[in-house]
């Protein structure tokens, strides 16, 4: 327990009777009364307040009842299950109570259950198993409940709904628990309600995967490995608030429940009024799937092990029916070490939250290199981000977070580490849009960076343009501190991974940057840049108009080689990137965003690839660039164009490119035909890229699909590095073209008196 908030409960005296504390609390006012003989004087800092807007007050759980059942233990680890006393120096063998299909009726209530659960699969404190529907649906009137209940010293989990549906679980507290607390099993599990539960002092336990810490994984990952010659485990800790985790087909006994995907594309419900803190990983994470088939010899990674998983809301859990956005609400998160919050997924919008001394508040992360739901988007509204809030936690001898931090430098807990790049919301893929949220106290240090808004650090993937910020207020944030793009160095390591080249996001009304319609770029990435941008050093950063979209470029035989792209009116600043994808893949996807309306040319760090497919992702119809691919002379070409759904996983061809002796006459025309002009003399290959459908505002490709180029190249058996810069230029030269418009007429138009349009025009950027 590194973060010191109040992870430890009170225990109460003495013991108001449950109908005084309902009367009192629901007039807003609660004066308890700590007797803390004969615990002496409490360890840490308890928080009473609402510190810089954000309610850290201390959870008040009433343990004891008057009717108590309990397990009768032993009084040392007793190893009933493989390598038990390894991890426990205590008896984990309690009681449990099992609710199975067609019980009679079941109203738990006003119970105190202790030393209850096994570190063995089936065994809780309070199980519904397999239970099917257990409200009105299956019969049951009044429907089945479990309230007013005390969980605690127990021995694997609290609550576990298992195969069962429209269970009521309220003012239950779990407390003191082996592996995840309230917990849904197989997948299939719907309408169950946790209302004012509250889960604390939760430990790791050895059943599943997820509920292992990373000494647990690895000593059973190493029984596994002697029994079924195992390699490769992949196994993520616990310690985490709300974890939604994406069974693709429903596990265990509830196998063949639903059809695959089904739980990928189910709507979340009511999730409102919830809150996470002091959690060692995050307060919530939306991401991750299991693995629903067992270990095998292709395989050999067991069953439910975490693996990558999607979530996109729709209707009906019909990807092909009208999205349903799972909405956040009011949820606060403070004082996790690593995350507020990681949201995975399409559709994923969150509304007046609270974050405050998280590592990183939160990170909206679409479904990666691109959205996995063309079209959707994540959002956060009204909304607060706290840095470094006055709730300083308590030193202690052992703590080695705590350190200088905040506005004052004082003593406080840091989460992680004493450098670490404490960020507010951090941009990850995209689409996302964050709207009137307000950033208080960040503020970088000496040897720490820190700042409101950020990027994912060591990333690989894309960066989308159509990140939109709107509305955002700074209090306490030195404008040094309002964005930073990252350096090399400790957390940011050689900030040379490919998004961390192309980092980008959009102003939409200047609040960040003081330029309505401006786009913040990384300062070194003249694919978007120019000189007229205005640079921010402190934000190794730089301030930019323009019009931008990106290009995917997929490379196959060879798919390892490094690509640079240079845009041909900054020539002499090439941009490298060397491909999102893990080297095993049979080919290799480079993301640039690029400027529209201008040209580049691509090189290689070795021979050209036979195959290449370039996708326009964020195009809108009519929108172009030119590009000049290097290949080696000799080559011969067959390029067409045509459009992949990737819904419906099906791609017609739209045209074929010819060759044409003039540059002039690129073109790429639809329905049928394009041109394309091979210069083998300098060894580039041209095309004009543009796309031919309209593209709805939050998606990545058209209307009809994404649009393609491919070109396949037979290349001379003896060709060497298709690296054409040094005979490209300066004969493709272009000379840097002024777009003579006010960027931000439009947007202050909108919502500004308009005398004073002229006056905030002269601070926009003038093209
Ligand atoms: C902005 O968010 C705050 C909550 O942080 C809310 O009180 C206010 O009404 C919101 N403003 C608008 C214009 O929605
Ligand atoms: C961002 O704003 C642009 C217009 O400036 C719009 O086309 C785009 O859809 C917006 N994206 C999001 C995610 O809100």
Not at 391 to 418: A, F, M, Q, S, V
Not at 445 to 468: E, I, K, M, Y
Request: with cysteine; aromatic share 12%; charged share 20%.
């Amino acid at each position: 327990t590194v973060f010191a908030d109040s992870i430890t409960p009170f225990i109460i005296a003495p013991t108001p009777p449950q109908e005084a504390q309902r009367e009192t609390s629901s007039i807003g006012r609660v004066t308890l009364k700590l007797d803390l003989v004969p615990l002496g004087k409490a360890t840490y800092l308890h928080i009473g307040e609402v510190v810089d807007g954000v309610d850290m007050r201390a959870e008040v759980g009433l343990l004891s009842r008057n009717v108590v059942v309990m397990g009768e233990m032993e009084g040392r680890c007793y190893e009933y299950s493989s390598k038990l006393c390894s991890f426990f120096d205590f008896d984990t063998f309690g009681g449990h109570i099992k609710i199975a299909l067609n019980f009679k009726a079941t109203h738990i209530e006003g119970l105190e259950l202790k030393y209850m659960g096994q570190q063995t699969m089936g065994h809780y404190p309070i199980h519904f198993h397999m239970a099917g529907d257990v409200d009105e649906k299956g019969g049951y009137n009044p429907p089945t409940y479990v309230k007013d209940v005390s969980i605690h010293h127990t021995f694997s989990r609290c609550v576990t709904v298992h195969g069962s549906n429209g269970l009521l679980v309220k003012d239950v507290v779990g407390y003191d628990a082996l592996g995840h607390c309230f917990f849904t099993e197989d997948g299939p599990e719907e309408r169950n309600t946790f209302d004012h539960c509250l889960g604390l002092l939760v430990k790791p336990s050895t059943l599943l995967p997820s509920d292992r810490d990373s000494r647990m994984c690895k000593l059973i990952t190493e029984a596994f490995l002697l029994s079924f010659l195992f390699s490769d485990d992949r196994c993520l800790s616990q310690e985490t608030g709300f974890w939604f985790v994406l069974h693709h087909v429903p596990t265990g006994p509830s196998a063949g429940m639903y059809s695959p995907g089904y739980s990928e594309h189910m709507p979340m419900g009511k999730f409102s009024n919830n809150r996470a803190h002091s959690n060692y990983r995050a307060g919530m994470i939306i991401d991750n799937g299991v693995k629903t088939t067992p270990a095998s010899a292709k395989d050999k990674r067991p069953i439910l092990t975490l693996i990558s998983g999607r979530y996109s809301p729709h209707k009906d859990a019909d990807p092909l029916k009208p999205r349903e956005p799972a909405i956040i609400e009011h949820f606060i998160a403070y004082k996790n070490q690593d995350h507020g919050a990681w949201l995975r997924g399409g559709d994923v919008w969150l509304d007046n939250c609270q974050f405050a001394d998280n590592g990183i508040g939160l990170t909206l992360a679409s479904g990666g290199t691109f959205p996995h739901d063309d079209g959707s988007k994540q959002e956060i509204k009204n909304s607060l981000f706290v840095g470094e809030s006055g709730n300083l936690g308590t030193e202690t001898i052992d703590n080695e977070i705590w350190g200088p931090g905040g506005l004052d430098h004082r003593g406080r807990t840091l989460p992680i580490g004493p450098d670490f790049p404490i960020r507010g919301i951090q941009f990850y893929d995209g689409p996302i849009n964050v709207q009137n949220c307000t950033f208080r106290k960040f503020a970088a240090l000496d040897g720490r960076h820190t700042s409101a808004l950020a990027f994912r650090l060591n990333n690989a993937w894309q960066s989308c343009p159509n990140n939109n910020v709107t509305d955002i207020h700074f209090e306490d944030v030195p404008i040094t501190s309002r964005v930073f793009f990252g350096e090399p160095g400790p957390w940011f390591n050689g900030l040379d991974m490919d998004g961390d080249k192309t980092s980008v996001f959009h102003d939409v009304d200047g609040s960040v940057s003081e330029y309505p319609g401006s786009y913040l770029i990384k300062e070194d990435n003249w694919l978007i840049k120019h000189p007229d941008c205005i640079d921010m050093p402190d934000w190794r950063g730089s301030i930019c108009s323009g019009h931008f979209a990106q290009i995917y470029i997929q490379a196959y035989k060879p798919a390892n080689l490094k690509m640079k792209i240079i845009k041909n009116d900054y020539h002499d600043h090439p941009l490298y990137l060397e491909g999102a994808l893990s080297k095993s893949t049979h080919y290799q996807q480079y993301q640039p965003v690029i400027t529209l309306r201008k040209g580049y040319t691509i090189h290689w760090d070795k021979t050209a690839p036979e195959e290449l497919a370039i996708w326009l992702i964020n195009f809108n119809k009519n929108d172009w660039i030119q590009v000049g691919f290097c290949y080696p002379k000799g080559t011969t070409f067959s390029i067409l164009s045509d459009i992949h759904n990737r819904l419906l996983k099906k791609t017609y061809k739209t045209g074929t490119f010819y060759r044409t002796s003039q540059m002039e006459k690129l073109e790429h025309r639809y329905p049928s035909k394009g041109y394309y002009y091979w210069d083998e003399d300098t060894g580039l290959l041209f095309l004009k890229l543009k796309a031919q459908n309209e593209k709805e505002k939050f998606a990545f490709c058209s209307v009809k699909g994404c649009e393609r180029i491919r070109i396949k190249a037979v290349i001379p058996k003896t060709a060497g590095v298709s690296d054409c810069e040094a005979m490209a230029y300066p004969k493709y030269i272009e000379t840097p073209i002024v777009e003579n418009y006010c960027q931000c007429k439009s947007v202050i138009l909108a919502h500004i008196v308009p005398t004073d349009i002229e006056r905030l025009c002269t601070r926009c950027l003038i093209f």
